[in-house]
């Protein structure tokens, strides 16, 4: 059992959950699992320590005084009437378990554990004998929810979310049973997974579903199980997408399919298109299902529609979805910043298929759009006090006005809470995310102090990393093999320290920017009026070493031997960002950049009122850090003064900006 549950703890969000023996086949790179990698970093550690004492018990809170544990004691009783909004509130609950087992793998808690047991047995006593689970039918089949229909998914294809339900209790079963060894949620789900491999598929019943996540959920029950069936129907959830009647010639995006990505065959789809977090978790499904499969179509298809969402239709934080209506992505360039709608839930799926991206290609660029909106667009989902959060995230808050759909301060919970229960489930699995490994290869993406213990190439290692990112380019690794190991160390350098503000090019540093990236690069030619940046100097023991770059990554191939210190320094220069010429909402305005953060200017330190605003060229930035300022931050000073933007919103009601003109009277 203990072999089983360590080699299925790699990464908490659906990747590489698997049996000890592992899948046949799989991502050809394989993440070191976050139970692997213990935290001493003083920027995120706080972070999921306040995530485990205070977001977690609040939403548990929360989930019993808004009816949604209710809905469960009801439909256990098969009488009563739903008590929430929504049909899919099922799903906080699920998410939370998630959330809450995630902390428990790390951080032994008998208090907590037991009131899960006891929530467990809550929805274990809400199934119904043939495995279904909805609380929004079951309490009163009769009179089910309005979105759910009179039988069971006859309208899946539209909102009554039955399998997005299943989705999210598979997530959670997986992550309970591997993190504690106990079956109780895992049978529940496999009970329900059985009944859905019963119901749908070749000659039963077919439907592209409304919203997307139960194919990752399937996936992960596949890698617990090894029951085939599992993957097959995620395959086949995936493949029915692109084959209902809907009105091609419409613009509306509910009416021609596009808002549930069911337009046509997700193997001809080569735009990023509808519900932006519906879309995040399709493409997740569909890069897990290719890793397990060989489907090289699915594999084709997500790689034309990343580059077509990183160049057309991402914000300079890092955020997708920009239209209100819907919660969806906009035609090509539609980047409103007083409108921007920006899901946290949609940042959240964002780093979810970026780390699949890389699993898949091995490039940095995914690794870092994935570090812009975990450091910018999700962190500002969740306020310093871990119990404040936005739904949406905006780009511009003028004179407190916003469109209806959007909020200019935080809230403790929404009638949807979709958003807080997902960041309380990402946020204890960051760890995760930090290393990865192929063969002899190591990749460290993150750059968190921790210690980390693996096996590589058959041989344990262990790593520790010191640093004070994101405030300090200033990098340590200590290599630490338990005798000479040979291996290739591969570092990122990120793209924003090569001059690339974001991948995509849809924003590029003021001045050009391009980047040498490798000793003796800078001398192999540049663009026009661009300015190159210093190669970033790797050392070993203090030496200078020379290496090569692959794909974002500086290469270090040696004999390594205990106690061998990596040393880097990241060049932290304050940049002014620019957009493309594409988004003439953003001409002659700039956002600043340092590091990984993008900043934004608040009106708390800029005398209340952001429109007259201005940053001309001339004006000089120097960086300061405050320690009693937003649980502490470094501040951006000169004529204005600029916070990160995952900080704003956190001292009461205030203006906000991210994007800024550079003289008076310049853009709109």
Request: aromatic share 10%; hydrophobic share 40%; glycine share 10%.
């Amino acid at each position: 059992m203990k072999k089983i549950l360590a080699a299925g703890l790699i990464l908490a969000n659906s990747v590489c959950y698997g049996q000890s023996s592992g899948p046949a086949r799989d991502y050809p790179i394989q993440p070191v699992g976050f139970t692997q990698v213990r935290l001493t970093d003083a920027f995120w550690s706080p972070r999921i320590e306040k995530n485990r004492t205070v977001t977690i018990p609040a939403s548990f809170a929360r989930c019993e005084s808004t009816g949604r544990v209710s809905n469960f004691v009801m439909a256990a009783h098969r009488q009563g009437k739903f008590c929430t909004k929504f049909p899919f509130d099922d799903t906080d609950i699920y998410k939370t378990i998630e959330g809450a087992s995630y902390s428990l793998a790390v951080h032994p808690d008998p208090e907590l554990s037991a009131y899960v047991d006891r929530l467990i047995d809550t929805v274990a006593r809400a199934q119904e004998p043939d495995g279904y689970l909805y609380t929004a039918r079951t309490i009163d089949s009769l009179h089910p929810h309005p979105w759910s229909g009179m039988d069971r998914w006859i309208e899946e294809h539209n909102m009554s979310h039955e399998l997005y339900n299943s989705g999210h209790l598979f997530e959670a079963a997986s992550a309970h049973y591997l993190a504690t060894g106990q079956r109780n949620l895992l049978d529940v789900a496999l009970k329900n997974a059985d009944l859905l491999v019963r119901t749908f598929g070749p000659g039963r019943l077919w439907v592209a579903h409304g919203h997307e996540i139960v194919e990752m959920g399937l996936v992960r029950l596949y890698r617990i199980t090894g029951k085939r069936e599992y993957l097959d129907l995620a395959k086949f959830f995936i493949e029915a997408r692109g084959h209902r009647q809907y009105d091609t010639a419409s613009s509306n995006e509910f009416k021609n399919g596009q808002y549930w990505q069911d337009d046509k065959p997700v193997v001809d789809q080569d735009e990023a298109e509808g519900h932006a977090v519906r879309a995040m978790y399709l493409y997740s499904g569909m890069a897990d299902v290719a890793a397990l499969t060989g489907d090289k179509a699915f594999v084709d298809a997500i790689d034309r529609i990343w580059d077509d969402m990183s160049a057309k239709k991402v914000y300079v934080q890092g955020s997708i979805g920009a239209v209100p209506d819907g919660e969806r992505f906009g035609k090509d360039y539609e980047l409103p910043n007083i409108t921007a709608y920006n899901e946290t839930c949609a940042a959240i799926g964002e780093v979810f298929w970026n780390e699949r991206m890389f699993l898949l290609h091995g490039d940095s660029r995914y690794i870092d759009l994935l570090e812009k909106v975990l450091y910018n667009g999700m962190l500002s989902g969740v306020g310093l006090d871990g119990k404040s959060f936005f739904y949406t995230n905006a780009m511009q808050v003028i004179d407190g006005v916003t469109h209806p759909a959007l909020e200019a301060q935080r809230s403790g919970w929404f009638e949807c809470s979709c958003c807080p229960t997902n960041m309380l489930r990402l946020l204890p699995s960051l760890p995760g995310y930090v290393y990865a490994q192929k063969g002899r290869e190591l990749f460290i993406n993150l750059f968190v102090s921790d210690s980390a213990r693996l096996t590589l190439d058959g041989h344990v290692l262990q790593v520790v990393q010191k640093n004070n990112y994101p405030w300090d380019g200033r990098m340590s690794f200590t290599i630490l093999p338990e005798e000479e190991l040979s291996f290739a160390l591969k570092l990122r350098i990120p793209g924003w320290a090569r001059g690339e503000a974001i991948p995509g090019g849809l924003y590029h540093y003021e001045g050009g920017g391009a980047s040498a990236g490798s000793p003796g690069a800078a001398s192999a030619g540049l663009p026009a009026g661009a300015s190159a940046f210093t190669p970033v100097v790797v050392r070993v023991n203090g030496v200078e070493v020379s290496y090569r770059m692959d794909k974002g990554y500086a290469v270090v191939d040696r004999p390594w031997k205990k106690g061998d210190k990596v040393t880097m320094e990241l060049p932290m220069r304050i940049q002014r960002v620019v957009a493309s010429g594409k988004l003439p909402e953003d001409s002659g305005k700039v956002a600043i950049q340092r590091g990984p953060l993008i900043y934004c200017a608040e009106g708390v330190d800029n005398s209340g009122k952001l429109s007259a605003l201005t940053l001309p060229k001339s004006q000089r930035l120097t960086a300061a850090f405050h320690p009693q300022v937003l649980d502490g931050v470094e501040m951006l000073e000169g004529r204005v003064k600029l916070i990160p933007y995952y900080a704003w919103a956190n001292r009461g009601k205030s203006e906000m900006t991210v994007w800024i003109n550079e003289s008076a009277g310049t853009g709109q």
